[in-house]
């Protein structure tokens, strides 16, 4: 059974930094990228950034380009999302996603077959 398990949201202030987590589990040799999205109270959700499993190529959008860092560690199976320099408008319920599909839309959320519940980052300003 597929499945994916993110930690590490909470609360920071303006200007820190937050790791978020996603442990992967089931089929894990399937993977073709993984990538965090968000949505915002009364929001669309919106892609954050995504990362091809084995080759490591990253995908960013332009709002969090230059602060957050997406990395993941295949022995472990989890992805990750450093985030820097957070502003309000970074608050989100952060997913994680994952696709077994070799597709050069991993920006398109349509095309991740498998969700995480999310976790809550709130940024104060």
């Known amino acids: 059974q597929v499945q994916l398990a993110e930690s590490g949201g909470g609360l920071v202030q303006a200007g820190e930094s937050l790791r978020l987590s996603c442990a992967a589990s089931?089929?894990?040799?399937?993977?073709?990228?993984m990538g965090w999205f968000r949505q915002a109270p009364g929001k669309e959700r919106e892609f954050v950034s995504a990362?091809?499993?084995?080759?490591?190529?990253?995908y960013y959008a332009d709002s969090v380009q230059g602060r957050f860092t997406i990395f993941r560690d295949i022995a472990k199976n989890t992805l990750y999302l450093q985030m820097n320099s957070l502003k309000p408008e970074d608050t989100a319920v952060y997913y994680c996603?994952?696709?077994?599909?070799?597709?050069?839309?991993?920006?398109?959320?349509?095309?991740?077959?498998?969700w995480g519940q999310g976790t809550q980052v709130t940024v104060s300003s």
């Open positions: 996603a994952r696709t077994n599909s070799n597709t050069g839309y991993i920006h398109i959320d349509s095309v991740y077959g498998y």
């Open positions: 089931g089929r894990t040799s399937t993977i073709y990228a």
């Open positions: 990362i091809t499993w084995i080759a490591g190529g990253t």
